[in-house]
């Protein structure tokens, strides 16, 4: 049993690190993942930030460069495709803080852990766009202090814009969850919050996620078929051609 796509008119997707996985950036549990080579608690806290930010400024600076030279799949211009042509609301819903939503087209978008090319200034709160290496300790372009850090929400620190995800979630007609292993709070609790308030909820994995007994239908394969698959359902099977 599925959804019937004339009864969907709100749509909330959520991302995660498997959709950027078939455009080479590294999944974050997955064998030979990100975390197997670095422990998070030495690299994505605020205390190991404190503790050695060296190791932490290197860490990011090697991942900026890393998804700059990454390409949108499939997967992410498919949503693009849906963003820019579904009627009703949408809201996508990233953890990820590369930006190939947005690079393949999405709008509708919340990055809700961060971005990967902002920094931020902890001593005038200033966002900048941010391409190059942090970890030299390059002026604030605002303040001209050296007090950057990567915009990137950290482990014990609060995701951003989660008033708006709460509220597109009770009035979501659809859920859809899309590569993403169920581990992290708050996102990981979305699916339960999104049913209680009555939508349909669709986990697209390539296994089953830590949640997906949670929801109403899961398919199992890789983002690149799977997301367009669900796209032309929504849309039909010409957008996307
Ligand atoms: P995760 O690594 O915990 O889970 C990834 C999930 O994607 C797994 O369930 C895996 O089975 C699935 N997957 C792997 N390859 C896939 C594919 N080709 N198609 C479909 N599914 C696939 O990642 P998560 O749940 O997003 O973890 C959350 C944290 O990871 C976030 O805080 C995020 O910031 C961080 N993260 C982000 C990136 C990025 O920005 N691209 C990369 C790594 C980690």
């Not at 090697?62 to 498919?78: D, E, F, G, K, S």
């Not at 009627?87 to 590369?98: A, C, F, H, K, S």
């Not at 994995?205 to 367009?228: C, M, Y």
Request: with cysteine; charged share 25%; net charge negative.
């Amino acid at each position: 049993m599925s959804f019937n796509p004339d009864t969907i008119r709100n749509i909330v997707v959520l991302t995660g690190a498997g959709i950027s996985a078939e455009s080479g950036i590294g999944t974050f549990r997955d064998k030979g993942g990100l975390w197997e080579k670095h422990r998070i608690e030495d690299v994505a806290t605020p205390e190991a930030f404190a503790k050695d930010p060296d190791l932490v400024f290197r860490f990011y600076d090697q991942r900026r460069a890393n998804i700059q030279a990454a390409q949108p799949n499939p997967a992410h211009w498919a949503l693009a495709a849906l963003d820019a042509h579904w009627p009703g609301m949408l809201t996508i819903v990233t953890q990820n803080v590369d930006d190939l939503h947005e690079r393949a087209g999405a709008r509708r978008l919340i990055h809700m852990h961060g971005e990967h090319l902002s920094a931020w200034c902890r001593a005038c709160d200033a966002r900048t766009r941010w391409h190059d290496p942090l970890a030299h300790r390059p002026p604030c372009p605002s303040c001209g202090q050296s007090a950057l850090r990567p915009d990137i929400v950290w482990f014990g620190e609060i995701p951003y814009r989660m008033d708006e995800i709460d509220l597109a979630l009770v009035d979501a007609d659809l859920f859809v969850s899309i590569g993403t292993s169920g581990a992290v709070y708050p996102a990981a609790g979305y699916v339960q919050t999104a049913r209680h308030y009555g939508a349909w909820t669709l986990e697209l994995n390539l296994e089953p996620s830590q949640g997906s007994i949670l929801f109403h239908e899961t398919r199992l394969g890789k983002a690149t078929d799977l997301v367009p698959d669900f796209v032309r359902e929504l849309l039909g099977e010409e957008v996307l051609d």
